[in-house]
């Protein structure tokens, strides 16, 4: 400002100059300067200028008037300078406006001589004023149904200054509604009028502020605004509006009559008369409910008109219409529902916006299963509330936002062990005393193949008895799988095993459902003692999985075999008939009875029994090995003939049996027996019933019979034949006899040879105790050491030998 003030002065300094020159022939000296120069400023020295001496200029008593009433300007007396003396404002020196130019007339006077100088300072103009308008604020009321286009007059600013320090543009802020058009008068003035460029809507904006500027061109620049408040007027162009289209109202029953259920409020965007509301029920509200409420229609009050029974409603709807006053009135209306409660306090309430149920088992720990938000009608502590669940549940609550939680999965989960969990959420309040509600959400879950089928055992013993019928049951193998479904649907099936090129399947089925198991075949424990094999249960999961168990069959022996006395031999129903000596002596070994039994140790276990003896005090029997024999000597009165029944008895339950009929002759004469390895014709081959352990047992002690009759056969040859034989005396005979007794002792204990063949001294012939068929041939393996045939025996030999 100063540099600019500075350049000005020089400007008006060669105009006084210039002025100087041309002013010679008026005789007025010209100034020019700047208004509002700061005091003490000098303009000019006029001492200078007017040629005066400045030595002079006090003794001539110079002085200034100034015509204003104002004294602006002086003049130093020392010097000759004219000086500011209070700072000029162009605009209050120069109130009108008839020109463009501003003076101050002074008069200099001298005296010694008298001499008057008119001096003329202009005061020229600086930009020092802002524009003004008329009015700060600026009201306009424009209908919202006045259309785009519509022009609006507005006052002018005005600016005191001059020029091009003038007013010469103006601006509006921004507006999507309104824009400005300056104008230009003939003056040169301008001023601008508003137009709106865009229809109004009073209840979107019902006040438009704008700001109007006016702006100078003066360097810098000066401007001044003015507040431009458009009030948009009112036409009934809407509807009233409730504050929601619903409302839900929980109310007590027995409530006092006349208690405020609710009070609705409509609106009206609208002003004055348009936005006045009257309330209604529409037709669709029941007289029931008119009858219940009441409805205020100035102000929407609801209120209780009877007495309220929860038994009888618990729920009233009802529609309420609002319209305004208008000429050409418009409504609107919003519905009501009344749920009537129970008396109680506000509870704290839990609110589950999402459930997921069932999940999976697998289900990952932290994954999110529902949704809780908490709520308390009540204020301050009252409303202020705490959310828990049971401790030892799997579950856990993680706050999310206000009042709104998560249930989360804290734990693995296994549905064998809970298929499901009741999870009871506990909300209460702060208040005194507390209140509290739960909510008790259910979380199912579904089951996924992590369970292996499991049998009750590893493994599986199981007694069959003997002689089966095809097709029983042995027992049910039953595995348990704790899932579900098709994870549990288990199907069974036999491992292939072959035994021999006998598969278990030929010998065994399992039902593939139940697990039951069963004999395809009757089972032989003489044949057929156990049986291994294994057993699997595969469930029916994706992918499937499997277990087996190992089970032994073990075939129970049962007595389905009778004994069989295979010595003495008979044919079936035949007697054996026996010779012995009457002198044989107490102990004599008489007979040995041998019965066998297939059936397994317990049942096969013999013993032996008399069933008929004709004299009980002549004959004993072992009842373990069937041996007979003497308990005292024969007395000349024992019959001749003595009839033996023995009974052959398995340890079996029930127990079986078989006799044999032995009929027992004395003879005076000793028994000589004869053996010879001869071939003897037989019926049949009865080692074909025997078992394989016994035939191996009569095999070895017939190869010891074998040696010794071989032995025995070599001693007898070297002994020399005897003339005649001498009459044998009694003590001969008992010899005779007792040796006789002795070998064929050595005889019966090849039992089947003994019960097929006794050797007597008949005339010199060897006679067969039992029938031997035709064409059959067999082989005597023992022969007696002492015959008592001391002449004939090599004839005897020759009859066995020629035998057929």
Not at 178 to 188: A, K, P, S, V
Not at 239 to 260: C, H, M, R, V, W
Not at 562 to 584: L, M
Request: net charge negative; hydrophobic share 35%; with cysteine.
């Amino acid at each position: 400002m100063e540099k600019y003030r500075q350049s000005q002065a020089w400007r008006y300094v060669w105009i006084l100059i210039f002025s100087i020159v041309l002013g010679t022939a008026y005789a007025v000296t010209h100034y020019s300067i700047p208004e509002e120069m700061e005091e003490r400023s000098v303009v000019a020295n006029l001492a200078v200028d007017l040629g005066l001496d400045v030595k002079t200029l006090s003794r001539r008593k110079m002085r200034l008037d100034i015509r204003s009433n104002k004294k602006y300007l002086d003049v130093n007396k020392e010097t000759g300078e004219l000086y500011i003396l209070e700072k000029i404002d162009r605009e209050y020196l120069c109130t009108t406006k008839t020109g463009t130019l501003c003076f101050i007339k002074l008069e200099m006077t001298l005296e010694k001589p008298v001499r008057i100088f008119n001096i003329e300072i202009e005061i020229v103009d600086i930009n020092d004023n802002s524009p003004q308008f008329w009015r700060d604020t600026i009201h306009l009321d424009i209908s919202e149904s006045t259309a785009a286009g519509e022009r609006f007059s507005l006052s002018n600013a005005v600016d005191p200054d001059i020029g091009s320090n003038s007013i010469k543009t103006y601006h509006l802020s921004e507006s999507e509604h309104f824009d400005i058009e300056i104008q230009t008068g003939r003056d040169g003035s301008k001023f601008t009028d508003l137009i709106l460029k865009k229809a109004l809507d009073r209840e979107k904006q019902a006040l438009h502020n704008l700001i109007l500027t006016a702006v100078d061109g003066g360097v810098p620049a000066r401007s001044g605004t003015a507040s431009i408040i458009v009030r948009v007027l009112d036409t009934n162009d809407n509807a009233p509006q409730f504050d929601k289209d619903s409302y839900t109202i929980n109310l007590t029953e027995n409530a006092p009559i006349g208690s405020l259920v609710v009070k609705l409020n409509a609106t009206d965007k609208d002003e004055s008369s348009n936005s006045e509301i009257i309330y209604s029920y529409s037709l669709y509200t029941s007289e029931k409910t008119q009858q219940t409420f009441s409805l205020n229609h100035e102000n929407g009050e609801i209120r209780v008109k009877e007495m309220i029974n929860y038994e009888d409603f618990r729920i009233y709807d009802m529609e309420i219409i609002a319209t305004d006053k208008a000429v050409n009135s418009l409504s609107g209306k919003c519905k009501v529902k009344i749920l009537v409660t129970d008396m109680n306090d506000n509870h704290p309430e839990i609110s589950i916006k999402s459930l997921s149920s069932p999940v999976k088992e697998d289900i990952p720990v932290n994954t999110v299963i529902a949704v809780v938000s908490v709520s308390d009608k009540d204020s301050g502590e009252n409303g202020q509330v705490d959310i828990n669940i049971s401790d030892h549940l799997p579950f856990a609550l993680k706050e999310s936002s206000d009042n709104y939680y998560e249930l989360i999965v804290s734990k693995p989960l296994d549905r064998e062990k809970m298929p499901e969990y009741d999870i009871t959420i506990t909300v209460t309040d702060r208040g005194n005393p507390p209140l509290s509600d739960n909510e008790t959400i259910t979380v199912e879950l579904l089951d996924v193949n992590d369970n292996v089928p499991q049998f009750p055992q590893t493994f599986y013993t199981i007694p069959v008895m003997e002689n089966n019928p095809p097709g029983a049951l042995l027992s049910s193998l039953t595995a348990i799988d704790p899932d579900l479904h098709e994870n549990q649907y288990l199907v069974y099936f036999i491992i292939e095993k072959e035994i021999v090129n006998t598969s278990m399947s030929m010998l065994f089925s399992i039902n593939p459902e139940n697990g039951n198991l069963y004999a395809l075949k009757t089972f032989d424990y003489e044949i057929e003692k156990e049986f291994l094999f294994h057993i699997e249960a595969r469930d029916s999961g994706v992918p499937p999985l499997s277990s087996n168990v190992t089970v032994h069959i073990i075939i129970m022996d049962q007595n389905d075999n009778t004994p069989v006395i295979v010595s003495p031999w008979r044919a079936h129903g035949s007697v054996v008939e026996e010779k012995i000596p009457r002198s044989t002596d107490k102990g004599t070994l008489i007979a040995k009875v041998i019965a066998i039994d297939s059936d397994s140790v317990h049942n096969s276990r013999i013993t032996y029994q008399f069933l008929q003896n004709t004299d009980a005090t002549l004959f004993s029997l072992d009842q373990y090995n069937g041996e007979i024999r003497t308990m005292r000597m024969f007395s000349y009165r024992d019959s001749r003939h003595q009839r033996l029944v023995v009974i052959a008895k398995d340890n079996g339950e029930p127990a079986l049996s078989a006799t044999v009929t032995i009929k027992l002759s004395t003879v005076e004469t000793a028994l000589k027996t004869y053996a010879d390895m001869t071939e003897v014709p037989l019926e049949y081959d009865i080692f074909s019933d025997l078992n394989l352990y016994l035939v191996i047992g009569l095999g070895s002690v017939s190869f010891l019979l074998l040696i010794t009759i071989l032995v025995t056969i070599v001693l007898k040859c070297q002994k020399p034949k005897p003339s005649k034989a001498a009459p044998p005396s009694r003590n001969s005979v008992i010899s005779e006899r007792n040796s006789t007794i002795a070998d064929s002792t050595l005889v019966s204990n090849d039992a089947y040879w003994y019960s097929l063949f006794l050797a007597e001294t008949r005339k010199g012939k060897l006679v067969v105790r039992q029938p031997v068929p035709k064409g059959s041939r067999y082989i005597v393996s023992s022969i007696p050491r002492s015959t008592g045939l001391t002449e004939t025996s090599d004839s005897a030999a020759s009859t066995l030998q020629d035998y057929e």
